[in-house]
């Protein structure tokens, strides 16, 4: 089992330094949120099955990509990952060439996380459609690999028209991963046809095994499971995940930002991880 390390549920001043622990300890991976932009209007911000908003509008918001670009020069083995990034809220050329730099300054070390995304507000803000955000997510990745992979690429499409370009440098990764994040129909569907894995909320054991049912991961190729899995009971609950099918856990063993490193340190102890 792979372990990783969520950053966004810690204070900022603190994500440098826990990634290094994590690097150090020998966690495979650690992950960034992202949102472009808060509006002050909450009206469009009730997250999905929720009562109350949420976001907060004074919350300070990073770009994910560049941010981890800083965490990739000060770390050397941890991949870098984003859990998960508004890929069609930029055109596709800035999302490509974002994870394509992370990627080459790395080392080929980054993981593209991407999510169709639920709050309104952000999106009407940057003037793109909050309606057709999934065909525009399915295209934009469409794109995205053809750039990442192709020495020249035309495209002409509901969404993106672009002349024949060149896009350099690649990616070091021959294939640079791409995770889809989502629990709905639409969603699951775009990471068994368009990903290399999925990736997914908060879970528990018994929670997640609808979602894994519904995915249908494909036999005929590499694809990956990533779960967030913040309530893990102890080391012998690994195996009833990895029985699942699930190949990355990402985990949570503490509960104040003061206490994330003892607690990786902690964890890295009990479960077995190491460099």
């Not at 809220?89 to 995304?117: E, N």
């Not at 249908?216 to 690994?238: C, I, K, M, Q």
Request: with cysteine.
């Amino acid at each position: 089992m792979k372990y990783g390390v969520p950053l966004g549920l810690i204070h900022p001043a603190a994500w440098k330094d826990v990634a290094v622990a994590a690097d150090e300890l020998g966690f495979e991976s650690v992950w960034l949120p992202e949102h472009l932009v808060f509006t002050t209007d909450l009206s469009t911000a009730t997250y999905p099955g929720g009562a109350n908003p949420g976001i907060k509008p004074a919350t300070p918001l990073f770009d994910a990509p560049a941010y981890l670009c800083f965490l990739a020069a000060c770390t050397r083995h941890v991949r870098l990952g984003t859990a998960v990034h508004l890929f069609a809220l930029r055109h596709p050329l800035v999302s490509a060439r974002a994870f394509a730099t992370l990627d080459v300054v790395s080392g080929g070390r980054a993981i593209c996380g991407v999510g169709a995304g639920w709050y309104r507000g952000e999106w009407e803000a940057a003037g793109v459609p909050f309606a057709a955000r999934g065909a525009r997510l399915d295209e934009a990745l469409t794109v995205a690999r053809r750039l990442w992979s192709e020495p020249v690429v035309r495209h002409s499409g509901r969404f993106y028209d672009l002349p024949e370009v060149a896009f350099e440098p690649k990616p070091v990764q021959a294939r640079l991963p791409v995770l889809c994040g989502g629990e709905s129909a639409a969603a699951l569907r775009r990471a068994r046809t368009l990903g290399d894995g999925w990736i997914s909320m908060p879970h528990t054991l018994e929670t997640v095994r609808p979602q894994l049912k519904a995915l249908r991961p494909p036999a005929d190729r590499d694809f990956s499971v990533t779960v967030h899995a913040y309530g893990l009971a102890s080391p012998e609950e690994v195996p009833a995940w990895a029985a699942l099918g699930v190949d990355r856990l990402i985990v949570r063993p503490w509960s104040r930002t003061r206490d994330a490193v003892s607690g990786l340190t902690a964890f890295a102890a009990a479960y077995g991880v190491t460099r």
